[in-house]
T-cell receptor
Framework: AQTVTQSQPEMSVQEAETVTLSCTYD???????LFWYKQPPSRQMILVIR??????QNATENRFSVNFQKAAKSFSLKISDSQLGDTAMYFC??????????????FGKGTKLSVKP | DSGVTQTPKHLITATGQRVTLRCSPR?????VYWYQQSLDQGLQFLIQ???????AKGNILERFSAQQFPDLHSELNLSSLELGDSALYFC????????????FGQGTRLTVV
C-alpha cells in the first residue's frame, strides 16, 4: 500500500519570502506521479504542480517548484515570493502510473500555510 | 471555475437517512472520481468510474454506492447515515484515467445530525 506523509501540520511565512513544505511517501512501485494540490478557504482543490517519477528534472510552475528525491522518497514544494493568495491547505498526493489504480490520488494529511503581510 | 459541478453544496440530514450527491464532470471528461474529506481520515479516494463503468474502488463503505450515467454525470448514494459520515464529498473528473490532471468540484458539505 502507498502512504503519503506531511510532517508539518501548519506553517507560516512572511509575504515575499520563500517557504518549503515537506512530503515523504512510501511505495514499492517504480512508476508513479506526485502532485501538490492547494485548497484555499473556498475549499476548491487546485492542482499546483505535478512530477513524473521517471523524470529526474524537478518540475517548476512559475513561483512553485519541487525538490524530488526519488531514492529518499521525498517530494517537497518550494513557494518563492509568497503572496497572500497562497494562504491555503496544501496536500501532497501520489498516483500509481498504469493499471487499474491510475487516476486515483492518495493524499497526505495536508499542511496549512499562512502568508502574513 | 473547474467546470465540475456538484450539487447540492450543503446538505443537512438525520442519522439513518439516505442522500444522493450529484456530479456533472467537465465537458468531454469520461472519468469521474469521488473523494471524502473528513477531519479524522483526511482526503480519501472512494470510487472511480470511466465511461459508465466502475473502474476502481477505494475505501468506500458498503452503505455507499455510486454510478455513472450515459450522459456521464455521476451520483453518490449514501444510506443509513451515521454521524461519522459528516464530511466534504468531492467529485473530480479527467478526460480518462491516463490523464493525470483531475479537476475538482467545490464539494458537497454533508452534515449528519
Amino acid at each position: 500500500a502507498q502512504t503519503v506523509t506531511q510532517s508539518q501540520p501548519e506553517m507560516s511565512v512572511q509575504e515575499a519570502e520563500t517557504v518549503t513544505l515537506s512530503c515523504t511517501y512510501d511505495t514499492s512501485e517504480s512508476n508513479y506521479y506526485l502532485f501538490w494540490y492547494k485548497q484555499p478557504p473556498s475549499r476548491q482543490m487546485i492542482l499546483v504542480i505535478r512530477q513524473e517519477a521517471y523524470k529526474q528534472q524537478n518540475a517548476t510552475e512559475n513561483r512553485f517548484s519541487v525538490n524530488f528525491q526519488k531514492a529518499a522518497k521525498s517530494f517537497s514544494l518550494k513557494i518563492s515570493d509568497s503572496q497572500l493568495g497562497d494562504t491555503a491547505m496544501y496536500f501532497c498526493a501520489f498516483m500509481i502510473k498504469g493499471g487499474g489504480s491510475q487516476g486515483n490520488l492518495i493524499f497526505g494529511k495536508g499542511t496549512k500555510l499562512s502568508v502574513k503581510p | 471555475d473547474s467546470g465540475v459541478t456538484q450539487t447540492p453544496k450543503h446538505l443537512i440530514t438525520a442519522t439513518g437517512q439516505r442522500v444522493t450527491l450529484r456530479c456533472s464532470p467537465r465537458s468531454g471528461d469520461l472519468s469521474v472520481y469521488w473523494y471524502q474529506q473528513s477531519l479524522d481520515q483526511g482526503l480519501q479516494f472512494l470510487i472511480q468510474y470511466y465511461n459508465g463503468e466502475e473502474r476502481a474502488k477505494g475505501n468506500i463503505l458498503e452503505r455507499f454506492s455510486a454510478q455513472q450515467f450515459p450522459d456521464l454525470h455521476s451520483e453518490l448514494n449514501l444510506s443509513s447515515l451515521e454521524l461519522g459520515d459528516s464530511a466534504l464529498y468531492f467529485c473530480a473528473s479527467s478526460q480518462s484515467p491516463l490523464h493525470t490532471e483531475a479537476f475538482f468540484g467545490q464539494g458537497t458539505r454533508l452534515t449528519v445530525v
